[in-house]
C-alpha cells in the first residue's frame, strides 16, 4: 500500500513520504499526516521475538512507503547503534507498579534521540531521492531538549545545516551547557529573548516566508524542519510503543492481547500522537493519558473542549513540558473532524487570530480514548522524593509530572490495567532540581558535584553526555531578540 501525506488544511497537493519529510511543514501553514494509519501486518508472535531494529523496520516500512527496504534498513542501522549505552534501545523498567519505558538512552539523553538520531539519515536519503541539490537548512526551535538532539545528529552531515534557536532564560543549566558547547561546522545556535512559543512561532514564520525562500533558494538553500511537526520526527516514535507492548508480553507482564495504559509527559503532543498512532495501528492501548505540567493549556481542553493559550506562561522545573501552543494537537484536531480541512483551517485562525478555539460537541466524544490530567511543581518534587525514597529509582522532572499525574489518575478511576509511563529524560539532564527534590540540604552544590552525588545515590553511573561536557568549552553564545531571529540566519547564510 503506497501512503501519501496530505495537508491538514488542505490547500497544499499530498506527496509522498519523503517530500513530507523534506518540507516539514506543508506550504499552506497546515501539518502533514498520512492519508491513513496503516495496520502492523506482522503478528505478535513474530513481534515477541524481534529486536528494536526489526520493530522499526516493521513500523516504519508501512508509513514510509516510497523508501525502498534497504534504504530504510540503512537508516535504521546508522540510527540505532552504539550511540545508545544499552542494546535493547529503550528498556522497560518497573517501578512501584508501573512501567518506564526509558527513551534517554541516546546521544543527548533525553527521548528526543530516538527519533533524531534517525531524521538526518532520512532526510538525507529523501534529498537524494528527490534529486535535491540545494544545501538544506534545518532550522529549529526547541524548549530544551530538540535542540541538542538535532544538533547531534546533523552535525558535520553533509550537505546540511542546522540553526537552533533557545529561550536564554527557559532551559535548564545542562540543557544549556549541552548546546553552546556543540562540535561541528555546521552548527549554529542562538538564545533569544522570549519563551519557547516566540522561537516556534519566529520559526514558523520563516518557514512561511516566500520571500525569503526564494532568497535562498537562488543562493542555493532550502529549509526543513527538525521539530515534532516533521512526520519524520513522529513515525519513529511510533516504534517504541509497538516495542514496549510486544517486550512487555515476551515478560509476560502483559497476557497476548490485553489493553495496556500509557502515560506521556507532554508538551508539543508529538510523543503521545505517536501512541495514538501506535493503537490505530493495531497495538491494545486502553487510556492515552496525557500529562501536563502547570502550564495546563492541555489538561483544559480535554476537560472542556476549548483550547486557550490566552494565560501566562510559567517557567517550570520541567521546561520541555513549557509550551502552550502544542503544535501536534492540530493533527489530532483535523483527525477528530472528520479530516474536514475547512474545519480545522478556522479553529486555526481562531487560535492565531484571539489565542482560542473550540471544539464541537461531536469532536469531543471522539476523545473518550484520552484522559489528561495534571501536577504542580510541589507534586512533582514530592513525586520525586518518594519514588526514591521508596524504590531508590529516580525520575527526572518530566517523567515525575506524568508519574504524579498516573497516580492521581488511578486512584480516582479506580483503573488497574498495566501501564506505561514514557519516561523521556535522564534524571542527569535535569539533576538540580532531582537533587533539591531528593533533599534541600543539596541546594548549595555546585551542578556536577551534584552529578556526582546523583550518581552515588541512584547507583547508575553518569551518562556520557555528561562527561562529555563537564570540561567542554563554549563554541556559541550568540543571544538575539525574538525579532531578529530572521536576521541571524541572513547572516549565517550571507543572504
Ligand atoms: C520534548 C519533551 C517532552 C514533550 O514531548 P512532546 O512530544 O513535545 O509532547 C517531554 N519530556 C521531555 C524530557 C522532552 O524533551
Known sequence: MNIMYKSTRGQADAVPSSQAILKGLAEDGGLYVPEQIPELDVTLAQLKDMSYQETAYEVMKLFLTDFTDEELKSCIRRAYDEKFDTQEIAPLREADGVWYLELFHGATIAFKDMALSILPHLLTTSAKKNKVENEIV????????????ALAGFADVPGTRIIVFYPKDGVSPIQEKQMVTQKGKNTYVAGIRGNFDDAQSGVKKMFGDRKLADEMNRAGFQFSSANSINIGRLVPQVVYYVYAYARLCAKGALQD????NVVVPTGNFGN???????????????????????????Y????????????PFILTSSPSMDILVSSNLERLIYRIA?????????????????????ITAEMKECLADFAGGYA????????????YEKTGYVLDTHTAVASCVYRKYRQEQSDERVTVIASTASPYKFTRSVMNAIDEKYDGMSDFAMVDELSRISGTAVPRAIEEIRTAPVLHDAVVEKDGMKEFVKKILSI
Open 338 to 358: 472528520g479530516e474536514d480541512a475547512a474545519a480545522d483551517r478556522a479553529m486555526m485562525q481562531s487560535l492565531a487570530a484571539d489565542g482560542r478555539y473550540e
Open 300 to 311: 483544559d481542553f480535554f476537560a472542556t473542549g476549548e483550547y486557550n493559550r490566552n494565560r
Open 138 to 149: 534545518i532550522l529549529t526551535a526547541t524548549s530544551g531538549d530538540t535542540g541538542k538532539a
Open 376 to 387: 504542580s511543581e510541589e507534586e512533582v518534587a514530592a513525586e520525586i522524593r518518594r519514588l
Open 272 to 298: 503521545i500522537l505517536a501512541a495514538y498512532y501506535a493503537k490505530q495501528m493495531g497495538i491494545p492501548i486502553a487510556k492515552l493519558i496525557c500529562a501536563s505540567n502547570d502550564n495546563k493549556v492541555l
Open 257 to 260: 492481547g490485553e489493553m495496556m
